[in-house]
Each structure stands twice: as structure tokens, then as C-alpha cells.
């Protein structure tokens, strides 16, 4: 897997635009749902960690490939009972080919 990391002199985005907030609860079993750069994506974790990221949490994304960006919690906009156990590290996020609206 090779990504992209944001940040870099090919990155044209703002620092506004390296962040990405929960819009439906990711844990580790089931699919969640981000907002980023106007666009909703689907979610999953790649931590092994039992953590929940639930809806509101802010998160920096660090990377992209393709369909996926790779994020991790923003802990500096979480207060320590918001995350369950041990917070997740990173999360990968997967586009859908459509965009993905709440309701």
C-alpha cells in the first residue's frame, strides 16, 4: 500500500482541510462514517484497540490512497470519557464511488 501523506509539497489542501469529523459512530465491528472536505466517506478501524469513535469526534487525516485515507484521533477536541477503553490510533477511511448522505 503506498499513501500519499498530506502535509507534503504536493499537498494543496489548508490545514482546516486535514481534519475530518464523525458523523456516525466507528467502532471496531461495525462501519462508521466521516465528513471530509465537504464529502461524506464510510469508515473503519484499523486498530485492534476495543476504542469507539463516536459521532462529533474530530480527526486528522494523515494520508490518502487511492479510495482510502488513513486518519487518527484528534485528542486535543476529545475529553477522555467520549472514548471508550483504549482510543483508537488510526482508522481506515474508504470512499464509496457515491458519496454517502446522512439519513
Not at 459512530?25 to 485492534?48: K, P, T
Not at 483504549?86 to 458519496?99: E, F, G
Request: with cysteine; charged share 20%; hydrophobic share 35%.
Amino acid at each position: 500500500m503506498v499513501f500519499h501523506f498530506l502535509g507534503t509539497s504536493k499537498d494543496r489542501r489548508s490545514n482546516s482541510q486535514k481534519y475530518a469529523q464523525v458523523t456516525k459512530a466507528i467502532s471496531r465491528h461495525g462501519w462508521g462514517q466521516i465528513l471530509f472536505c465537504g464529502r461524506y466517506y464510510q469508515a473503519e478501524l484499523n486498530d485492534s484497540s476495543e476504542g469507539t469513535l463516536p459521532v462529533g469526534v474530530r480527526v486528522i487525516v494523515y494520508a490518502e490512497r487511492d479510495i482510502s485515507l488513513l486518519v487518527g484521533l484528534d485528542v486535543s477536541t476529545v475529553m477522555p470519557h467520549h472514548i471508550s477503553r483504549t482510543p483508537p490510533d488510526k482508522a481506515v477511511i474508504s470512499q464509496s464511488l457515491i458519496p454517502v448522505f446522512p439519513g
